[in-house]
């Protein structure tokens, strides 16, 4: 008996160690990502100026006299990124409900698996659907020139957070104690009130989480945005060819050198910061109303 609580505590011990190894090794890979874009990056901001590098309105790297202003990539990230965030997340919270409240239990299992299946779909193929239906349709709809546009790009990423917000809200919403629905059906509340105004309310900070996850998703997409944006550097606008901050990275730095390259790194600086940004002020406000 001993042994085995001998064995019991050693295997213990090791897990905790290896546990504590793993907490770190994602914290250095998070610092050591960090220090690496704001040495790559920082140079060109010096080089190109602050101010010219985030607020101007050209992008012509390969040009004679080049010129490396963001803000069409910054403001197109910004729009496709809130646009998709207004489209998904409705729609995901209101299908989290269904599974998690409403459908019947046959019908749940058969729609679970859809959910699923949409969050391990590669983002090319995304984008390849997009390309091949999505734009034509939206070019003959709306009698455009051309279908790839912020518009096009919208649709899909609203599309491609759904699983993400889907399940985690399906999660949190199940997580609601019981006793929380029990007592608002005893206070006469109907089953549409009680999800709505008890168990939603109740779930909020793992919906919240949803669309952190949601968001994350949506500006970090780049392949199958690049192939329905368009991937032109314009100003944004519902139906212009455009290019957000991960397609400018991806669509160049094959073929980039010398400050293009630095510049490139620049950009992915400013999504980093970005990203680290929303997650802040999101934690912020969950955890103040957590208190």
Do not use: H
Request: hydrophobic share 60%.
């Amino acid at each position: 008996m001993d042994k085995v609580k001998k064995f019991v505590l050693v295997f213990e011990k090791i897990m905790q160690i290896l546990f504590t190894i793993c907490g770190f090794l994602a914290v250095a890979f998070v610092l050591l990502i960090t220090g690496y874009l704001i040495v790559s990056g920082l140079p060109a901001i010096r080089e190109i100026g602050l101010k010219e590098f985030l607020l101007g309105k050209v992008w012509a790297s390969t040009a004679k006299d080049p010129r490396y202003g963001i803000l069409p990539f910054i403001c197109t990230s910004v729009y496709g990124t809130l646009a998709a965030i207004i489209i998904g997340v409705p729609i995901g919270l209101l299908c989290a409900i269904f599974l998690a409240k409403m459908a019947p239990k046959r019908l749940a299992a058969f729609f679970r698996p859809a959910v699923d299946l949409l969050a391990g779909i590669p983002s090319v193929v995304y984008g390849l659907v997009g390309m091949i239906i999505l734009v034509p349709f939206v070019r003959e709809t709306f009698d455009l020139a051309d279908g790839a546009n912020l518009f096009s790009a919208i649709i899909v990423l609203a599309i491609m957070i759904l699983p993400s917000i889907i399940s985690v809200s399906e999660t949190a919403i199940k997580a609601v104690p019981k006793e929380y629905e029990e007592a608002s059906y005893a206070l006469g509340a109907t089953k549409t009130e009680t999800v709505f105004k008890v168990v939603v309310p109740a779930a909020k900070s793992g919906i919240a989480a949803a669309v952190v996850l949601g968001i994350g998703r949506a500006i970090g997409e780049a392949m199958a945005v690049m192939m329905v944006a368009g991937n032109v550097a314009n100003m944004p606008g519902l139906f212009k060819s455009v290019r957000f901050l991960t397609t400018a990275v991806a669509s160049e730095m094959s073929y980039s050198s010398g400050l293009q390259r630095q510049a490139l790194f620049s950009i992915a600086l400013v999504l980093f910061v970005f990203i680290m940004l929303i997650n802040l002020i999101l934690n912020f406000i969950i955890k103040r109303e957590k208190k």
